[in-house]
């Protein structure tokens, strides 16, 4: 078993005590509730600047431990200063020591202050009761990741994502993913640089996958982006975003590091 599937399965158990039918009217409900940050794609659809989607993470099966304790808050605070384009917020516990409640606390530090910076639940999604969980909270956007699920299960997260009013990023890794994501009609696909088979990384993925996306999708590349020059080779190859979480993470001075990526 490689590793995206050992975490799928663990996710697919871990969800068994909470899952439940999920009605459209749900949804919606929560749509209409919840509003005052702006769409996730409008926040990446800047043509004239590379935009930036500022991670929150504590650890990951690739890099171990990259900023054990830190607090959920303090570094949304961070990314807010530095005008971060959109936040993504990892809410997996097992595997990146992330929760669902470090998602609320950033939705409503980023609401006191008056900030419209929209989140991404950046988890393994597989069912209703995610999304459910994810538009409570006040994400704008969900993770899809084709290469986990099913056609039928990406439909229906796909629905779920319509009726409560959230984007959703589909994230691929090769040509057959690409293929498979297009069918859904994607406004965001996100290119990742790495294998989650042995979590390996490469920007030539990006390379080579942003340039066969069509034009009309907001395209983002994520995964192994620690400079600027890694930053320009995503930017030259075609991408409107850069997702980057364990280089702003580790890093001593992240808003001069998110300041030389938005000048590209």
């Not at 663990?10 to 999920?22: N, V």
């Not at 917020?89 to 998602?103: A, K």
């Not at 294998?195 to 066969?212: G, H, M, V, W, Y």
Request: with cysteine; proline share 4%; hydrophobic share 40%.
């Amino acid at each position: 078993m490689d590793k995206l599937e050992e975490i799928m399965a663990s996710k697919r158990k871990s969800l068994e005590h909470i899952a439940r039918p999920i009605k459209s009217k749900e949804l919606e409900a929560l749509a209409r509730s919840k509003s005052p940050s702006i769409p996730f794609i409008d926040a990446l659809a800047s043509p004239d600047r590379l935009s930036v989607i500022a991670e929150i993470k504590r650890k990951s099966p690739s890099a171990g431990d990259i900023a054990e304790g830190m607090d959920a808050v303090e570094q949304a605070r961070i990314y807010n200063n530095a005008e971060a384009d959109a936040l993504s917020v990892l809410t997996d516990t097992d595997y990146f020591s992330g929760s669902l409640n470090d998602l609320w606390d950033v939705v409503d530090f980023l609401h006191e202050h008056e900030r419209t910076t929209p989140c991404l639940r950046k988890d393994f999604m597989i069912h209703p009761i995610q999304v459910l969980e994810a538009a409570e909270a006040g994400a704008k956007c969900i993770l899809i990741i084709v290469r986990a699920l099913s056609s039928d299960e990406i439909k229906i997260l796909q629905e779920a994502a319509f009726y409560a009013n959230l984007d959703v990023l589909y994230e691929i890794h090769n040509e057959k993913e690409l293929e498979k994501a297009l069918h859904f009609n994607p406004k965001i696909v996100g290119v990742n640089n790495r294998d989650l088979r042995q979590f390996t990384t490469d920007l030539a993925i990006s390379e080579n996958l942003i340039p066969k996306i069509p034009e009309g999708i907001i395209k983002v590349s994520e995964s192994g982006i620690f400079d600027i020059e890694d930053a320009m080779r995503a930017r030259n190859c075609g991408a409107d975003a850069i997702l980057v979480g364990e280089a702003l993470m580790r890093s001593e001075d992240p808003d001069s590091l998110i300041e030389e990526f938005h000048s590209l």
